[in-house]
T-cell receptor, first 113, second 114 residues
Framework: AQSVTQLGSHVSVSEGALVLLRCNYS??????LFWYVQYPNQGLQLLLK??????LVKGINGFEAEFKKSETSFHLTKPSAHMSDAAEYFC???????????FGKGTKLSVKP | EAGVVQSPRYKIIEKKQPVAFWCNPI?????LYWYRQNLGQGPELLIR????????DSQLPKDRFSAERLKGVDSTLKIQPAELGDSAVYLC????????????FGPGTRLTVT
């Protein structure tokens, strides 16, 4: 069965600092991996996805993530945080090209001025 | 292009009452999903439709939850009777296809059962 673990329910960074949100997955087959962002009182929006092509995936708003099979990780990074990045971020996995999205519990990112 | 539309945005009901949520997906999206998001958790799939057909409803509590997607466009999710534990945000999403295709989420309906 597929599962996702997001380390840290809350992460706080200063504006301009590096953002690192951690995601580890468990999958019995090659996974597809996703990062979604949720702003308050809104639905989720796709940031980026990995579907077995390039291991370094670039997404919207300057975010990127690297698929590391040996570490079963798919951490999300952004070199310089902006106030508008404050939101909740969800990592999700599917069973390859089939299966449903399995979400982690989310990490709430706060950005301090 | 309009996104996924959900109504109502907020609903407060007493336990044992019925409640219904409505979703209109993005035009042309064949796949429609209903998720439940409990406080402090990620969304969990309740049901997935491919056109009119419910292809995965294994996580839908069928004793009190029902859903339909007539004509393969908009969809309704119903709870009857509601329980305190049903308080959550109910999200609808749609996509062109399944799995690797991007899912577009609506803003959700926040249900409070008192």
């Amino acid at each position: 069965a597929q599962s996702v673990t997001q380390l840290g329910s809350h992460v706080s960074v200063s504006e301009g600092a590096l953002v690192l949100l951690r995601c580890n997955y468990s999958s019995s087959v090659p996974p597809y991996l996703f990062w979604y962002v949720q702003y308050p009182n809104q639905g989720l929006q796709l940031l980026l996805k990995y579907t077995s092509a390039a291991t370094l995936v670039k997404g919207i708003n300057g975010f990127e993530a690297e698929f590391k099979k040996s570490e079963t990780s798919f951490h999300l990074t952004k070199p310089s945080a902006h106030m508008s990045d404050a939101a909740e971020y969800f990592c999700a996995v599917t069973r390859g090209s089939q299966g449903n999205l399995i979400f982690g519990k989310g990490t709430k990112l706060s950005v301090k001025p | 292009e309009a996104g996924v539309v959900q109504s109502p945005r907020y609903k407060i009901i007493e336990k044992k009452q019925p409640v219904a949520f409505w979703c209109n997906p993005i035009s042309g999206h064949n796949t429609l999903y209903w998720y439940r998001q409990n406080l402090g958790q990620g969304p969990e799939l309740l049901i997935r439709y491919e056109n009119e057909e419910a292809v995965d409803d294994s996580q839908l509590p069928k004793d009190r939850f029902s859903a339909e997607r007539l004509k393969g466009v908009d969809s309704t999710l119903k709870i009857q009777p509601a329980e305190l534990g049903d308080s959550a945000v109910y999200l609808c999403a749609s996509s062109l296809g399944h799995s690797s295709y991007e899912q577009y989420f609506g803003p959700g309906t926040r249900l409070t059962v008192t």
